[in-house]
């Protein structure tokens, strides 16, 4: 579903993504690790097509995004960094705005869209209320709802629970979950308990290169017990990082 082919992307003198390869299949939810800086959020931008790679090549569904970026796209939901933007917009207007520019036309199409996702990520209660004025789990909601709204085959999620509470935590990733039976899922995360729980492939990626791709029971299998900081350590200290 998606092939990441040796893609690089240099900032100026600096190299971020140094020649990274991957695939993920449908049923796959595919966890990115990697200290600050490693190049996750650079990646994962070339895949969703907001970044073009300066050499190698990214495709979704059978899609280049650099040579067909709009049936790329249209496959994609993408959960950026940071939340939603539009903080004025109610969560109705923001997700119908969405809707609108994902090219649905129809007042019934859209209506059936925004009814589906906000069942989904539980936003009935916010709905009518602007998005600045909510808490940031349920920010974070409108965001995997903004994603999900195009039913895409691919998501793209840049550290999904981030800033949530343990509750809200707990039901992104459920929400996550559900959905990866018929979905390929790539999700950025700084919390093992996370990676455990939800995925079923690891990369590790540190200074914009693959140092790890392997099963979560292998990964935390490393040094049992210990925090993902420390694994980071010791693979970045290992003879094979080198
Ligand atoms: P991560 O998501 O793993 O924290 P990023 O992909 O955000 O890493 O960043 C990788 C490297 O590229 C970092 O050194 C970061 O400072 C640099 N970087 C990211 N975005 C830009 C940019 N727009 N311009 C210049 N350097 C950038």
């Known amino acids: 579903m998606v092939i990441v082919d040796n893609i690089v992307k240099d900032y100026g003198d600096l190299r971020a993504v140094d020649g990274v390869s991957f695939e993920v299949k449908k049923g796959d939810i595919l966890g990115f690790l990697g200290p600050n800086g490693a190049g996750k959020s650079t990646t994962m931008k070339m895949i969703a097509g907001f970044l073009s790679p300066t050499a190698g090549t990214a495709s979704v569904a059978g ?48 209506h059936d869209r925004l009814a589906n996702v906000i069942v989904k990520c539980h936003l009935q209660t916010v709905q009518n209320q602007a998005i600045e004025t909510l808490s940031k789990g349920y920010r974070q909601r409108v965001g995997v709802a903004q994603a999900i709204l195009h039913d895409p085959p691919v998501l793209i999620l840049d550290e999904p629970t981030d800033g949530l509470d343990p509750n809200q935590k707990h039901e992104v990733r459920k ?20 990676v455990e729980a939800i995925c079923n492939r690891i990369i590790v990626i540190d200074q914009g290169k693959v140092r790890v791709n392997e099963t979560p029971e292998a990964f935390k299998a490393r040094q049992p017990g210990s925090s993902i900081d420390e694994i980071f350590r010791e693979i970045t200290n290992s003879k ?3």
């Open 63 to 110: 899609f280049d995004v650099q040579k067909d970026p709009m049936e790329a796209k249209k496959r994609i939901g993408y959960l950026p960094e940071s939340s939603p933007a539009y903080p004025e917009m109610t969560v109705v207007e923001f997700l119908t705005y969405v809707a609108e520019t994902r090219g649905f036309r129809t007042k019934d199409e859209i």
């Open 175 to 194: 929400l996550i979950k559900a959905m990866a039976e018929d979905k390929a899922i790539i999700l950025s995360t700084h919390i093992l308990e996370e």
């Open 240 to 242: 094979a990082y080198a």
